[in-house]
């Protein structure tokens, strides 16, 4: 199993229209997002795309599942930062993600560190080492969204 990351920003008159803005840079627009909880399945690797094009086949309205961090502001000269971070066991594939959003890149990137090694202390496990990929926007007219998305499938309805 293939899983994939995005980023996006996006700005718009509304922080929902700066929402759709980042799903369309992100490459994930059209679908219908589900959220999942962060446990990434055995046998996988994890992918970045080029050029946010994503490689998932689906249709318009398709359900996406997802992991994701996203961060909204329409306050002027406010950062908004999102953040996924995840560790993959080399010989299983098997792994964790986590999510964080923040104002400041410095503590989301503090609070990925510090969730995945309790997360697996709590497991006992050791993954090995941790990845993050990091996006963020300054709000400087209009209202912003800085996302960070881990892509597992589409599905039809």
């Not at 990351?5 to 980042?22: C, I, V, W, Y």
């Not at 959003?101 to 202390?121: F, P, Y």
Request: aromatic share 8%.
């Amino acid at each position: 199993m293939n899983i994939y990351l995005t980023k996006g920003t996006g700005e718009g008159p509304t922080t929902l229209a700066a929402f759709d803005s980042a799903l369309f840079d992100a490459g994930i627009a059209n679908y219908n997002l589900l959220r999942l909880s962060s446990v990434i399945p055995p046998g996988t690797t994890i992918l970045r795309p080029d050029d946010h094009v994503m490689p998932i086949e689906g249709e318009w309205g398709d359900r996406l599942y997802v992991v994701m961090a996203e961060l909204r502001t329409a306050e002027i000269g406010v950062e908004v930062w999102a953040g996924v971070g995840w560790v993959v066991e080399k010989e299983t594939g098997k792994g964790l993600f986590v999510e964080h959003e923040g104002t400041n890149k410095d503590k989301v990137t503090r609070d990925i560190q510090h969730s995945l090694e309790a997360l697996m202390q709590t497991r006992s496990v050791d993954f090995g080492e941790i990845h993050m990929e990091l996006n963020g926007v300054m709000c400087e007219n209009e209202p912003v969204c800085a996302m960070v998305v881990a892509v597992y499938k589409a599905e039809s309805w």
